[in-house]
């Protein structure tokens, strides 16, 4: 049983550039969270998926999108890359049952660099 | 708001003895999910330990332990009888529909 996949799990951009990023979630998952990770700090939340929706949002700029797939498979759009963005990206998996999200598993990540 | 505390930057422990992680949470919300993640330097997010909000007793998992005080608001991390293998960093988080983090421990075991 597959856990969480991300691809690619290293990227180089360039300032100003496009990066998109791609998750896969656990088998029988059906909900993608992104969370960016700067060096030395914790994870923070961008957005959540379900039914392919954007069903909420961290405190992030609107150059950061997503998107999600009937198959639950995510994308994570980062547009006008700026050195900031320079991060670990993680994308966690979990199932909705009865309103309440069970069983989060967080995939390697993917570290960007813009240079 | 919620918000996750983490006040150990860096922690170190001898081999084969407890260490103890501190994380102190703050929200309004009566139900949330405490975590606890170890994540090494390849950075994938490894499961520890779950303690719900109406749970009524201390989760363990192994050598991992969660002591819960639900009127203090924390949520410490204990590990036991520590090993080389354990030396990495260590975040707590909590869920209230999405994940806060603290800003992490740093554990390293000493031979």
């Known amino acids: 049983d597959a856990g969480v996949t991300q691809s690619p799990t290293h990227l180089i951009k360039t300032r100003g550039q496009q990066v998109t990023l791609r998750c896969s979630p656990k088998s029988g998952h059906d909900t993608v969270s992104w969370y960016q990770q700067a060096l030395g700090q914790g994870p923070q939340f961008i957005f959540q998926?379900?039914?392919?929706?954007?069903?909420q949002r961290g405190n992030f700029p609107d150059r950061f999108s997503g998107h999600q797939f009937p198959n639950y498979s995510s994308e994570l759009n980062v547009n006008a890359l700026l050195l900031g963005d320079s991060a670990l990206y993680l994308c966690?998996?979990?199932?909705?049952?009865?309103?309440?999200?069970?069983?989060?598993?967080f995939g390697s990540g993917t570290r960007l660099t813009v240079v | 708001a919620q918000k996750i505390t983490q006040t150990q930057p860096g922690m170190f422990v001898q081999e084969k003895e407890a260490v103890t992680l501190d994380c102190t949470y703050d929200?309004?919300?009566?139900?949330?999910?405490l975590f606890w993640y170890k994540q090494p330097s390849s950075g994938e997010m490894i499961f520890l330990i779950y303690q719900g909000s109406y749970d009524q007793q201390n989760a363990t998992e192994g050598r991992y332990s969660l002591n819960f005080q639900k009127a203090r608001k924390s949520a410490n991390l204990v590990i036991s009888a520590s090993q080389l293998g354990d030396s990495a960093m260590y975040f707590c988080?909590?869920?209230?529909?999405?994940?806060?983090f603290g800003t992490g421990t740093s554990l390293t075991v000493i031979p």
């Open positions: 998926y379900y039914e392919e929706e954007e069903r």
């Open positions: 929200t309004s919300d009566p139900s949330y999910g």
């Open positions: 966690a998996s979990s199932l909705v049952v009865r309103g309440s999200r069970y069983g989060y598993t």
């Open positions: 988080a909590m869920t209230v529909n999405q994940f806060y």
